[in-house]
């Protein structure tokens, strides 16, 4: 058993789906020669070979749809796009094509790609390579999407999504990269999709998360336990399909849930989970469900972009204006 930081997780993942699947291969900027721009796919070219690991011209249009091109008629693709702002123009395609193939084809053709790409602030990155754009990709019909918090859950996780038969959007926290290591079993072991994580159990509060965030809120939910106050904490991992399940269990017996995300906060997806609970959960509540969330601006650059970024301090106020408002 290995400590690997989160590139490292990612990077042991794709090489043993590599090995023992012959139909997986990958295509991204830079991955090949260079190993990628984050060094996610270091040593793959030189070890499976230029056919399966491969170079492309900076054409994030052209990548998305060769990919599909390639899933439709029976690889696997691993699609690599090197920042997140860069992810907009695979949107055509991954809505158009990817997210319908199955139901346009009747069952007939299936599209088993990943298109993995960073997201998300905190790495002094300019602010078009800081953005986190799940919310974009969950809205859609046909589409998985997937974001990890640690490395022994992308190794997982990113092992899952490679099995799919359908489109996974993968979105890699790219502050978590090299944040920490954790012990991974590199025995290709999945983690179920779909399902939520609970990470830390607790009776006051429900904390809902997932990214980078993560770190953040497991960090809240010990200052809390100083002051005597049991956060249970709650891993989305999957947003879509969403295990609403998990969450509506919890709060059904902490009565008070806070949400955090670093994305946007008007239409983010913490907004989604705040209406399954409005809808499904209303009677568990003793206060409302509140969010903490970046703000509704572009994210600012590198001087800044902490500000931007929810911290320990705003979910503690959070969860304590709950336990007030019950």
């Known amino acids: 058993m290995a400590e690997l930081n989160l590139i490292e997780a990612i990077n042991h993942a794709l ?14 900027e830079d991955i090949g020669v260079n190993g990628g721009v984050f060094r996610a796919t270091v040593g793959l070219q030189q070890q499976f070979g230029a056919e399966r690991v491969i170079d492309t011209p900076l054409a994030e249009t052209a990548i998305a749809g060769t990919a599909i091109g390639m899933a439709a008629m029976g690889l696997k693709p691993v699609a690599e796009i090197q920042f997140s702002g ?41 602010e078009h390579h800081s953005e986190s754009p799940e919310t974009l990709f969950a809205h859609m019909p046909g589409l998985r999407v997937v974001m990890p918090s640690s490395p022994s859950r992308a190794y997982g996780l990113l092992l899952a999504a490679m099995r799919d038969p359908d489109p996974v959007i993968f979105l890699e926290p790219t502050r978590l990269y090299r944040l920490f290591k954790q012990e991974v079993v590199d025995d290709g072991t999945a983690l179920p999709l779909d399902v939520c994580f609970t990470l830390r159990s607790g009776t006051d509060v429900t904390l809902v ?3 980078a965030m993560l770190h953040e809120t497991q960090a809240a ?6 002051e005597g106050i049991m956060a249970e904490v709650i891993d989305v991992a999957t947003l879509k399909p969403l295990d609403m399940e998990t969450i509506l269990e919890s709060v059904s017996r902490t009565g008070r849930c806070v949400i955090v995300h670093e994305a946007a906060r008007t239409a983010g997806f ?12 209303l009677y568990s509540l003793l ?21 931007y970024l929810p911290s320990v301090e705003r979910i503690v106020a959070a969860v304590r204006k709950t336990l007030e408002g019950s």
């Open 15 to 28: 090489a043993y789906e590599m090995a023992h699947d012959p139909a997986v291969v990958m295509l991204g």
């Open 86 to 126: 860069f992810i907009y123009p695979t949107i055509d395609h991954i809505i158009n094509h990817a997210a319908r193939l199955r139901n346009r084809t009747r069952g007939r053709l299936s599209c088993p790609m990943v298109l993995r790409s960073p997201c998300g602030a905190g790495i002094h990155a300019p």
């Open 209 to 211: 998360s997932w990214g």
């Open 221 to 226: 939910a010990d200052a809390l336990a100083q």
């Open 270 to 281: 913490g907004a989604e989970i705040a209406a399954n609970l409005a809808e499904h959960g």
């Open 287 to 307: 206060a409302p469900v509140q969010r903490v969330t970046g703000y509704d601006i572009v994210v600012p650059m590198a001087r800044l972009e902490y500000q």
